[in-house]
């Protein structure tokens, strides 16, 4: 069974700081990882994706990847109350693997 | 644009009735689909998925079943619910094979077994 674990939190960070998620995997294999966003009774959104070593900006948000290590991360800069969600880490293989995700809250 | 939806929403069945459960692609051809499953405290279960029409691959072993009778609409059914069939079954789709790009979810559906 592949697995990808993420600490389940709540990871609780003030607003304007950065809000640092981690992931790590099994799969030596693996090519492509994503992170998504999940509010709560909502479905899940994609956020980020990555597919080399090193890191992916976008926005407020960075994606950092470490093939050697098997560990992916998302870093969220200036976080803002709106941030507060769970987020997925995913992992490809034949079909995408999720983590279970972390609960990031932004407090005001 | 590709848009995916998936109904009902949010659906109360008791145990040992039946379940159906669609979701329909727009915008694309095509598409592999997939059926998860998101139960409380646990992460998303990959249960169906299909790469064609009429062509189903079963993840987990359990009362449920997958149909796609037409290319772009994905069905989940049971024949008699359990109460451990709870849950958030949301549908997504992806233009390639595998999961190389990610997929997109729809807006999913929450079953309450009673």
């Known amino acids: 069974q592949k697995e990808v674990e993420q600490n389940s939190g709540p990871l609780s960070v003030p607003e304007g700081a950065i809000a640092s998620l981690n992931c790590t995997y099994s799969?030596?294999?693996?090519?492509?990882f994503f992170w998504y966003r999940q509010y709560s009774g909502k479905s899940p959104e994609l956020i980020m994706s990555?597919?080399?070593?090193g890191d992916k900006e976008d926005g407020r948000f960075t994606a950092q990847l470490n093939k050697a290590s098997q560990y992916v991360s998302l870093l969220i800069r200036d976080s803002q109350p709106s941030d507060s969600a769970t987020y997925l880490c995913?992992?490809?293989?034949?079909?995408?693997?999720f983590g279970k995700g972390t609960s990031l809250l932004v407090t005001p | 644009s590709q848009t995916i939806h998936q109904w009902p929403a949010t659906l109360v069945q008791p145990v040992g009735s039946p379940l159906s459960l669609e979701c329909t692609v727009e915008?694309?051809?095509?598409?592999?689909l997939y059926w998860y499953r998101q139960a409380a405290g646990r992460g998303l279960q990959l249960l169906f998925y299909?790469?064609?029409?009429?062509?189903i691959s079963s993840e987990v072993p359990q009362n449920l079943s997958a149909s796609r009778p037409q290319d772009r609409q994905f069905i989940l059914s049971s024949k008699k619910l359990l109460l451990s069939d709870s849950g958030f079954y949301l549908c997504?789709?992806?233009?390639?094979?595998?999961?190389?790009?990610?997929?997109?979810f729809g807006s999913g559906t929450r079953l309450t077994v009673v």
């Open positions: 997504a789709w992806s233009l390639l094979e595998g999961s190389f790009y990610g997929y997109t």
């Open positions: 799969d030596r294999v693996s090519q492509s």
């Open positions: 990555i597919y080399s070593n």
């Open positions: 995913a992992v490809s293989g034949y079909a995408l693997n």
């Open positions: 915008g694309t051809s095509n598409p592999n």
């Open positions: 299909s790469v064609g029409i009429g062509q």
